[in-house]
Each structure stands twice: as C-alpha cells, then as structure tokens.
C-alpha cells in the first residue's frame, strides 16, 4: 500500500505540475505552479469532531454525555459549524428517565436542539447516534441493554427522527448504536444488533414515503473495521460486524446509507494496512457493498478517531498534545488517500470524574475538576483552527519523505499551505504490523509473541539474538529497522525545506504561524512571522526551517492594487 500511495502522490503531482526533489544534504526542496488545475478540498480536511465530553454536568437539564455549553460556543464562535461533520451521542435513557418530569424532559431535549440548529443553520452536517435503552425496556436495567419492547424503541425514536427530520428538516443522518461489539457499550449478541438496527431501518423507512424526504441511516458504529462481537481479527474481516450488517440490509432490503466505525491507534498510516485479499480495508468494504449490490460509494465515516498508544491518561494527549497535532495531519492524509469520506474526532472535551469512573484525556479541551468553569484548550486545538483556514480548492497533499507533509489550498488568488514534520516513534513496527497479512502463521505468530512479551522493539532495533527463521522474516525486519533507524535519526533534527512557486505575481501578504514544543496551552492564533512578499518574474522562493513535530500553516493574501 505504501508504494501504491507514493505512486498515486506522483501521479497526482504531475497532473497538477508540482514536484518535489531532494538535494543531496537531505534538505527537500516543493515545487508548485500556482496556475496549476486543482480539486475541491476534501471534506476530510474539515474541522470535524465528536462534541461529546465531561460524562456529568452540575447543570441536570444539560444533556449528559456533551461537552460543556461554554466550550461548544468558544467552537462555534472561533471555527464554526460551517464546515465538516459533527457527531452527537442521543441518549434516549437519559430522557426517558426523568420521564415523570416533562419540563426537564423538555429542557434536554431542546438542549440538544439548539446545537443542532446552530450546525444546521452552518450548514453543516450531523450525526446523531440512537444510544441508550430507556429504563424498563431491556432485558436489564442498564442503558447498554439491548430492548426487548422493539415497539416503543420504534415509537419513541419515531417522534424524535420525525421532529428532527420531518418537520424541522435539520440535516441529521443517524447512526444506530455506538460500539456494538464492546459489552461496555451493548449488552446483546450480533443478532441483537441487526434486529435493533432493523426496528429502527421500519421507521426510517415509513417515514421517508409519508413525508418524501431522503433520512440517512447507518451504522454500526463498531470499535474497528474488522471487529464483531465475538473475538475477530483481520484475518477474518468477513467474520466482521460490518460484512454482517452489509449482508443482513441485503437480504432484508433494508437502507443503509453510510458505514461508519472508530478507529483509535497510534499508527498514522493505520488505514494503509493490507487485509488477506491484497486490499485495504476501505477498498475491501467497498467490494462488499457491490458485492450485496449496494452503491460502492456509500459513504464510509470514521465516526470516533484519536491518538491513542493504549492509555486512558496519555501526555501527548495533553502537556505535549503538539505532538499529537502532527499525528493528526499525516492521519487526514492517509484517510483521504485511502478513500474514506468523512471523519470525527474524538472528542470535544476530555472526562474526568463522572458517574461511570470515566478518566480518558481524548479531548480537544481539559477542566479542572476543582473548577468546572476553567477549561483550557490543549495546543491540537490550533490545529482546528488551522484547517478552519484552508481554501476551498486543494492542489493537493504531498508527502516530501516519509515525515514531512504539505497541504497546498487556495481560496480565489490567496495560497494557504500547511506543512508538518510529524516523525513516527514506532515507526518500524508500525510497518511490520500492517503488513502482517503477508507474513505465514508461524510468522505471524512469533512477531505477535515478540509484542506480547515486550521484545519486538529489540528484534527492529536488532538487539539481542533474536531468530529470524525465514528469508521473509528477514527481509521485513530489515526494512523496518531501516525505517525505524531513519524515525531516530530525524526525531531530534531540523528541516530544511525550499518552497519553489511559479506563476507567482503580485504582492502578498505572508502570514506564518507555528505550533511546535513552545505551546502547551490555550496557545495564541497569532502569526509568529507577517511580511509583504512578491515574485520575481513570476517566481517566489522561500526557505523554511522546520523542528521536528512542528506545524507551520503559511497563508498568501493577494493584495488587491
């Protein structure tokens, strides 16, 4: 998959006339001719996010599982709803529970309007995932239940869909349930799910020919592309939730207007890994939807992604969250060479301290359990901002070497670049582990059992005398300790990068803003440079000196004479 993907970037370099070269001091040189054709910006760019948060709210008629009201409007007041997707958790438990309080009921229930209106209003999209089973519907009084009553889960959900699509006509595409094959979010079996899914599919159906309007359903939400209820791994991705669903909606004519799962991992290249088929992931789904005679371009969402090397409370989700920052560029930029549609981060705001014992730091922003009120935003929150910027053109996203990135936009005659240097810590096992559907049982076997006892790392960096019994095993070790070799290298090194444009006339306004190890918290949206620039004879050049886990976002504004 990493050749096709440098193969693809090279062809799309020349489609556009932009190249990239090396110099012989591995300093990297980007070339661009700002005539060239370009593309809608993809959607992927987008500032989406999850606006889940916090898990608790002093305030009872907020609703439960979304970030703070304060935080939610610094959002819409500094970015904006305008553009991307946004994902809301509909706990219908939540609602139901204070049933025997209809203006509370009321209350939360128009909370939760409001910030559907204000994205509406932005035009821009929502997902709404029907989560929670009311008190007394399940087989046990437990939200994560599946309901036994399928007909009021039918009746309750047919007001609200109806409310929110029907007679408000918000742009609200649902998705049922969240995390299915988890227990720690749905007590049920994979049946279960499909008759849920099913139940609520009757409704959306019914109410699409009484009203004539087109409402999205999808699902299922599930904790990884390959994932079922039952243990599964990549190896057997027809064993999955999603192949399940695909072929459930066949067989009962069921809509299933998008697919969506999370995808949480530390890998930026996690959606470049090869399936058994010789395919990647998104392009195995698709050939399950046409397969089942759906559109094989049904829109494919990853509906929860974050940084995360497996701990609940990670720094460089927090202190060093610049890092992260990085991570999440070269990520936007596998998922869109990869073919996914559309993405939400996860998550708004961190929780801390709820009722459920939940301490994750997956937000954009933290709080002070001592003082709710304080909020901070962590410096990835920039990187919003920094999309926020982008122009609604692309020429495109380049890789320069296996670190540093550029995304070149443009918005009428002003350029907006963003260029990274995010460098892989793991980048050697990374490589291993996605391509582990290459490697024979017994292979796969003992590189599984050299990360379960803690000696993979040695095996990559070559230390100790560890058996490398076939010439496969071999030849993929060396490779990723190459690649691991050039991650050390270049962790502690400055860039040297040359901006070379053409077709380059006019004056400019240059405006360079920075996010690197310097902003911790609450950084300000200031440029770090700002001078007036022009071509000379339609050339512009530019030397950037890049640290490493940095993220410069450079804006041209033509000067209008």
């Given at each position: 998959m990493r050749i096709f993907i440098k193969i693809l970037c090279f062809f799309f370099c020349l489609c556009i006339f932009a190249s990239v070269t090396f110099s012989q001091k591995t300093d990297l040189e980007f070339n661009l001719d700002i005539n060239a054709k370009t593309l809608p910006l993809s959607i992927i760019f987008s500032p989406s996010i999850d606006l889940s948060g916090r898990g608790y709210h002093t305030q009872v008629n907020w609703p439960y599982s979304l970030a703070s009201k304060e935080i939610i409007s610094r959002w819409y007041s500094e970015i904006g709803f305008q553009k991307g997707l946004y994902r809301i958790y509909f706990n219908l438990w939540e609602l139901q529970k204070v049933e025997n309080d209809p203006l509370l009921q009321q209350t939360i229930l128009s909370n939760y309007e409001k910030i559907i209106k204000i994205i509406s209003d932005s035009a821009g999209k929502i997902i709404l995932v029907l989560y929670g089973t009311p008190p007394g519907w399940g087989k046990v009084l437990d939200k994560r239940s599946f309901p036994m009553d399928l007909k009021l889960w039918q009746d309750y959900i047919r007001l609200i869909i109806n409310y929110f699509s029907a007679e408000k006509k918000y742009p609200v595409w649902y998705e049922v349930w969240s995390a299915p094959d988890s227990e720690s979010f749905f007590l049920g079996t994979e049946k279960d799910y499909f008759t849920l899914y099913e139940a609520t599919a009757k409704v959306?159906?019914?109410?699409?020919?009484?009203?004539?309007?087109?409402?999205?359903?999808?699902?299922?939400?599930?904790?990884?592309?390959?994932?079922?209820?039952?243990?599964?791994?990549?190896?057997?991705?027809?064993?999955?939730?999603?192949?399940?669903?695909?072929?459930?909606?066949?067989?009962?004519?069921?809509?299933?207007?998008?697919?969506?799962?999370?995808?949480?991992?530390?890998?930026?290249?996690?959606?470049?890994?090869?399936?058994?088929?010789?395919?990647?992931?998104?392009?195995?789904?698709?050939?399950?939807?046409?397969?089942?005679?759906?559109?094989?371009?049904?829109?494919?969402?990853?509906?929860?992604?974050?940084?995360?090397?497996?701990?609940?409370?990670?720094?460089?989700?927090?202190?060093?969250?610049?890092?992260?920052?990085?991570?999440?560029?070269?990520?936007?930029?596998?998922?869109?060479e990869t073919g996914i549609d559309y993405q939400t981060y996860f998550c708004l705001e961190d929780f801390q301290n709820n009722k459920e014992g939940i301490n994750v730091n997956r937000g954009v922003f933290s709080y002070s359990t001592d003082n709710p009120t304080l909020s901070n935003a962590k410096s990835l929150y920039n990187i919003f901002?920094?999309?926020?910027?982008?122009?609604?053109?692309?020429?495109?996203?380049?890789?320069?070497?296996?670190?540093?990135?550029?995304?070149?936009?443009?918005?009428?005659?002003?350029?907006?670049?963003?260029?990274?240097?995010?460098?892989?810590?793991?980048?050697?096992?990374?490589?291993?582990?996605?391509?582990?559907?290459?490697?024979?049982?017994?292979?796969?076997?003992?590189?599984?059992?050299?990360?379960?006892?803690?000696?993979?790392?040695?095996?990559?960096?070559?230390?100790?005398?560890?058996?490398?019994?076939?010439?496969?095993?071999?030849?993929f070790f060396k490779k990723a300790q190459q690649l691991q070799h050039k991650a050390d290298t270049f962790k502690d090194k400055k860039r040297y990068i040359k901006l070379n444009f053409t077709n380059f006339k006019g004056n400019y306004l240059y405006q360079r803003y920075t996010l690197n190890a310097q902003c911790n918290w609450d950084c300000q949206f200031l440029p770090t440079e700002e001078k007036i620039v022009a071509g000379e004879e339609g050339i512009y050049q530019d030397n950037l000196e890049v640290a490493p886990y940095s993220v410069e976002l450079i804006i041209f504004k033509k000067e209008i004479t």
């Open positions: 959306i159906k019914e109410l699409k020919a009484k009203n004539k309007i087109n409402i999205m359903l999808g699902g299922p939400g599930s904790s990884w592309w390959f994932q079922n209820i039952q243990d599964n791994s990549i190896f057997s991705a027809e064993r999955s939730l999603i192949y399940g669903l695909i072929k459930f909606c066949s067989q009962k004519k069921l809509p299933l207007d998008f697919i969506s799962w999370h995808a949480f991992s530390d890998d930026p290249l996690i959606e470049c890994e090869r399936t058994v088929y010789g395919k990647t992931p998104v392009q195995l789904i698709r050939a399950w939807l046409e397969y089942f005679n759906f559109n094989k371009d049904t829109p494919l969402i990853i509906s929860e992604w974050n940084y995360d090397a497996g701990y609940n409370w990670d720094e460089l989700r927090s202190e060093k969250s610049y890092v992260t920052a990085g991570f999440m560029l070269s990520r936007l930029k596998s998922m869109y901002l920094f999309l926020n910027q982008l122009g609604d053109r692309m020429y495109g996203c380049f890789s320069l070497d296996e670190f540093a990135q550029i995304l070149v936009t443009r918005r009428n005659e002003d350029i907006i670049v963003i260029l990274w240097n995010y460098i892989d810590p793991y980048l050697g096992r990374h490589y291993l582990f996605r391509n582990i559907t290459l490697f024979n049982e017994k292979e796969r076997k003992f590189i599984i059992d050299l990360f379960k006892s803690l000696k993979l790392e040695d095996a990559i960096y070559g230390k100790n005398s560890i058996p490398l019994f076939s010439e496969n095993l071999r030849s």
